[in-house]
């Protein structure tokens, strides 16, 4: 059923190319009604993850051409449905992944794409969790199948995804060895972490004093020449998984090059008579298979939010900014200078 309430004209956040974070321009555009199978959602939250850093420099994996409108997720309320959508999703709240598009207090979403937000999550806190949360969630369950009374190393455990990848660990009865800045260390104290400074020269020879035998999993969300001292951490059994390159976020090149350049690597470890396993994971890995993808996304992302609403997660709001001011929200979440995530909600007088 389609229903006639349609926002036409929507405010949106534009990358027009490489650019610096005050070189995003904020305007108007019409907004088509939803074709079959979609719905509008007006947007609650969304936020800046790592993969907005990487694409103003034009160097996430397999970004869109500029000019496009980034936000790599969302969570919003229904407003209108297309043909083929139930009407009674109206009014609703769901998240959903984007990875591009969400920048934006309308848009269009395939309702396919949508998981339902519990209540009594707010619309900033299920942000939290939407793409840092399943991408934890992925790695530690689905990637390297970490069992209860594991230890682990999260580098980056103050980071979006690091610091879900944390929580769910602890819950899940892992000892966590987690990487980050000393400011962070008091916070990472409190929830049974053991921190290591990641600016310490010796930070691998730290880690290894933590876990003599080697640990079971390393999560490396760095790369760089840095990621054969993570598979060197691993006993016999445990598993390395790399999730992004980010000490070459500021190289100039190819976006592709720092990727392409660890595949032989991990492949070749693989082949190792020791036991242990490297991989990199990928958000979007099995997408061709559109049915089997966004069943096992829903699956996963509504484990996140049920955890999230029943307080075994707690939502990380580094700080909230308008739509409007997306330049400054992406300016504070490249500092390096805040826990948890940079959240974008709706300016007020478009809400």
Do not use: C
Not at 22 to 35: E, I, K, M, S, Y
């Amino acid at each position: 059923m389609e229903n006639s309430t349609v926002t036409t004209t929507v405010t949106v956040v534009v990358l027009p190319g490489k650019v610096e974070p005050d070189g995003l321009q904020v305007t108007r555009r019409g907004l088509a009604a939803p074709g079959a199978g979609q719905v509008v959602l007006g947007m609650e939250a969304t936020g800046v993850s790592f993969a907005e850093q990487q694409m103003r420099r034009g160097k996430y994996f397999d970004q869109p051409p500029f000019p496009f409108v980034p936000g790599y997720d969302v969570v919003g309320t229904v407003t209108a449905t297309g043909p083929g959508v139930d009407a009674a999703l109206i009014g609703r709240r769901f998240a959903a992944v984007t990875k591009v598009g969400a920048w934006a207090s309308a848009l269009l979403v395939d309702a396919a794409d949508l998981v339902a937000v519990p209540d009594g999550v707010t619309p900033a806190a299920a942000e939290t969790v939407v793409v840092n949360g399943l991408t934890a969630w992925q790695l530690l369950h689905r990637s390297a199948e970490v069992r209860s009374g594991a230890t682990i190393v999260v580098l980056g455990a103050n980071g979006g995804v690091g610091s879900t990848l944390v929580q769910l660990a602890r819950h899940a009865g892992i000892t966590v060895i987690g990487t980050a800045a000393p400011r962070h260390h008091p916070a990472l104290l409190e929830q049974g972490v053991r921190p290591v400074d990641y600016r310490d020269p010796e930070m691998y020879r730290r880690i290894r004093e933590l876990a003599p035998d080697g640990v079971d999993a390393v999560f490396d969300h760095v790369g760089g020449a840095g990621v054969v001292e993570s598979w060197r951490l691993l006993r016999r059994g445990g598993t390395l998984v790399s999730y992004g390159t980010a000490s070459t976020k500021d190289v100039d090149g190819n976006s592709q090059l720092p990727v392409l350049k660890l595949f032989p690597r991990l492949l070749m470890w693989n082949l190792l008579p020791n036991g242990k396993s490297a991989r990199f994971y990928n958000l979007w890995a099995g997408q061709r298979r559109r049915d089997a993808f966004r069943s096992r996304l829903r699956e996963d992302l509504t484990q996140v939010l049920r955890l999230l609403a029943d307080g075994v997660l707690t939502p990380q709001i580094a700080a909230e900014f308008p739509l409007s001011e997306a330049s400054s929200a992406l300016a504070l979440a490249e500092s390096r200078t805040v826990a948890g995530k940079v959240v974008i909600v709706p300016d007020t007088r478009h809400s």
